[in-house]
């Protein structure tokens, strides 16, 4: 039982707007899961886990790029700045662990701080012990609470999330503006601010472990801090809600693949040949091409990026291992086109 003040609620207000946001996330999430089976979640976790971290590094300053992220995360050397690669292992542990903490238990969110922040200040897992405040370039956004307030404070606040009943949509969105406000850390408040919002919404929809929303607000890093700032100024976290769940829609919008796509001839000829799983040669061969470059940028290559066909070895685009078959889309386009040609 969380030990908190009773019925504590942070200051918020659900505007109509709002209440269409979740209700429109709602169902593009929906539609979402009924598009993907488990082979296309793990890929798509796999991929955008990589976008994930590095939106979230690069809004406190990390420089490093998907392709570097990618060799720290194969185990590679990298040369770049000995902290920022220690960011980038920490935030790969981090969301690694996504799993195994529950979004109410404030003993794993000083967890994840601690895995997030280790080697990277002394107070890793701990509660700050002097004045921080939210800061966008040199401009100071906001000013945190005292520090001895802040345990009183989280306590309070997990307390809520353990008792509300709200929408997870909107209650994630709610503690990642609280959590901020408060600033609890030394340090790393904005990666776990954002990592731990990535976990309420993931406890709600498995699919969410594969939507980069992190990467969305670093796009929109300047908007971030104006929604954090009117909600401030207001005392009421609407505007910081609403700027969320534009991400968050945003973020889904983007990972789902259109309904109906649009087939070139070339592709049409190559889902028609593909039979189980096939090589490179193998599909060449069927379709009678000798050209290797024509085939991939004509054939290949438009049929993956459409999600139409997928890698069997996608962790290793360039294996000679590798082979392609039809995806989910796929299999839909033979099972749903016309029996003749129009």
Do not use: C
Not at 128 to 148: K, N, T
Not at 261 to 282: H, N, Y
Request: overall charge negative; charged content about 25%.
């Amino acid at each position: 039982m969380n030990d908190y003040a009773p019925g504590y609620r942070p200051p918020y207000t659900l505007e109509p707007h709002i209440v269409n946001l979740v209700a429109g996330i709602s169902e593009s999430v929906a539609s979402l899961a009924l598009l993907s089976d488990s082979t296309e979640v793990l890929l798509l976790r796999r991929v955008n886990r990589i976008r994930t971290i590095q939106g979230s590094l690069a809004i406190e300053g990390n420089t490093l790029g998907e392709e570097q992220i990618t060799s720290i995360l194969k185990g590679k050397r990298v040369k770049a700045p000995p902290r920022e690669i220690q960011e980038v292992r920490n935030a790969i542990a981090a969301y690694e662990d996504l799993e195994k903490w529950r979004s109410e238990n404030e003993a794993h969110m000083l967890d994840a701080h601690r895995v997030m922040m280790e080697g990277l200040i002394d107070e890793a897992g701990l509660y700050r012990h002097g004045g921080v405040g939210v800061i966008a370039g040199d401009q100071l956004i906001h000013a945190a609470p005292p520090a001895a307030r802040v345990p009183e404070l989280m306590k309070n606040l997990f307390g809520w999330v353990a008792a509300s009943d709200d929408h997870p949509l909107i209650k994630s969105s709610v503690f990642h503006y609280e959590f901020e406000f408060i600033h609890p850390f030394a340090d790393g408040n904005g990666r776990v601010g954002r990592l731990w919002q990535t976990l309420m919404l993931t406890s709600w929809n498995p699919l969410f472990a594969g939507i980069p929303v992190e990467s969305l607000i670093h796009e929109n890093q300047e908007e971030y801090y104006e929604a954090i700032k009117k909600s401030t100024d207001a005392g009421d976290s609407a505007a910081f809600i609403e700027f969320m769940l534009v991400m968050i829609q945003q973020a889904v919008s983007a990972a789902t693949p259109q309904v109906t796509p649009q087939v070139t001839p070339q592709v049409k000829r190559l889902l028609e040949a593909i039979d189980g799983e096939m090589s490179r040669r193998e599909l060449q061969q069927a379709l009678d091409l000798k050209e290797r470059k024509s085939f991939t940028q004509r054939y290949l290559k438009p049929a993956l990026d459409s999600g139409l066909i997928e890698m069997t070895i996608p962790e290793k685009p360039s294996s000679r291992l590798q082979k392609y078959r039809l995806a989910l889309r796929g299999r839909k386009w033979i099972a749903d086109k016309p029996p003749y040609n129009i």
